[in-house]
């Protein structure tokens, strides 16, 4: 089968991002390989040691990052379904994730007792991570828009036990402004948004054929809109996350400026355990605030991991 190839138009916004030679020929040989078999523990059901210590007995298991013993990585080559089929993943002793995925829940610190929305969850990767941290005390808002998405989550939330949860459909756009509107309020919210998921590429090769510039900027529009809706359901000193996994300015610093210009909130530095490079400040004729290189962009060949962006913000005022 043909080595799957990038768009030129997508060559080019990646040559314009990755502006060293050397930089972006690793990018581009990194994302024709399949990404890692990271995996990460749900203490909810069982010890980070203890899973360790059961998982070390069939595969090649690492702990990689000392401060998050819950990340783990399988080393070694697997067959299609090993890690799906294992009894440790049935019982929902862990849960498969890339571990840039991981990132934006570690940035977020959910904490036990707090209300947290999760405007877009399925299939629930980062809503149990965020249970897990809550020690499944508190309450998560789970929603997503679309019903079969919404089947997916609740069959993970249930096999990783997430009892602190409430799994609706909604808008997200509706759904915040309805919250808002009623004064309910989060101390934490997780907006890891629909994106054109460049960042994919090593996982979903079709990415390399879906791509397209005018969904690109569809999806900036959109983006703009839930995250201002979003931020009035945000508590006075709540912090929200911004996350995607696309590398596009137009869909992250380009989100996160308008955030910024608009609403009065700060970015806040946050330390991640994998190398981020800082955001750009212009992309297009477009100068974004000097704030945006606080924000966090993930790419493959600095990992051997997929892409990923995020942003920390936080709310300093009632929003109007």
């Known amino acids: 089968m043909a080595r799957p190839e990038m768009k030129p ?3 080019e916004r990646m040559k314009r991002l990755l502006t060293d030679k050397d930089d972006f ?11 890692l078999n990271y995996i990460r523990c749900n203490p909810l059901k069982i010890s980070c040691d203890e899973l360790f210590k059961r998982l070390s007995e069939r595969w090649n298991v ?3 990052f000392p401060k998050y013993p819950e990340i783990m990585l399988v080393e070694q080559e697997l067959f299609p379904g090993d890690l799906g089929n294992a009894i440790e993943h049935l019982l929902g002793y862990y849960y498969i994730q890339e571990v840039c995925s991981m990132m934006s829940v570690i940035a977020l610190e959910p904490k036990p007792g707090e209300k947290v929305f999760d405007i877009c969850a399925s299939p629930g990767s980062k809503t149990t991570q ?23 989550l609740a069959a993970n939330l249930e096999r990783c036990g997430v009892m602190n949860s409430i799994s ?5 756009v509706g759904l915040c402004s309805r919250l808002a509107e009623k004064g ?40 703009k809109k839930l995250i201002a809706n979003a931020l009035g359901c945000l508590k006075v000193g709540g912090v929200l996350v911004y996350s995607t996994c696309t590398h596009s300015p137009e869909e992250n610093e380009s989100v996160v400026n308008f955030a910024l210009k608009n609403f009065p909130v700060s970015l806040e530095k ?9 955001g750009v400040t212009s992309w297009d004729g477009e ?5 945006v290189v606080k924000c966090c962009r993930i790419y493959p060949q600095d990992n051997d991991s997929e892409g990923f962006f995020v942003a920390k913000i936080k709310l300093l005022e009632e929003v109007k």
Request: charged share 25%; aromatic share 8%.
């Open 9 to 11: 138009v997508f060559e």
């Open 25 to 35: 020929a690793k990018y581009n040989s990194i994302i024709h390989i399949k990404p």
């Open 62 to 64: 690492i702990q990689p």
């Open 130 to 152: 965020i249970a897990a941290c809550m020690q499944n005390t508190g309450t998560i808002i789970a929603n997503d828009v679309k019903l079969d998405r919404l089947k997916i």
């Open 168 to 172: 609706i459909r909604n808008d997200g």
């Open 184 to 223: 309910f309020k989060f101390d934490k919210i997780l907006l890891d948004a629909p994106c054109s998921g460049e960042g994919t590429l090593r996982s979903s090769a079709k990415t390399f054929l879906m791509w397209n510039e005018k969904v690109v900027h569809k999806l900036s529009r959109e983006q």
């Open 270 to 278: 946050f330390e991640l355990p994998l190398k981020c490079r800082p």
């Open 287 to 291: 100068e974004y605030s000097s704030e």
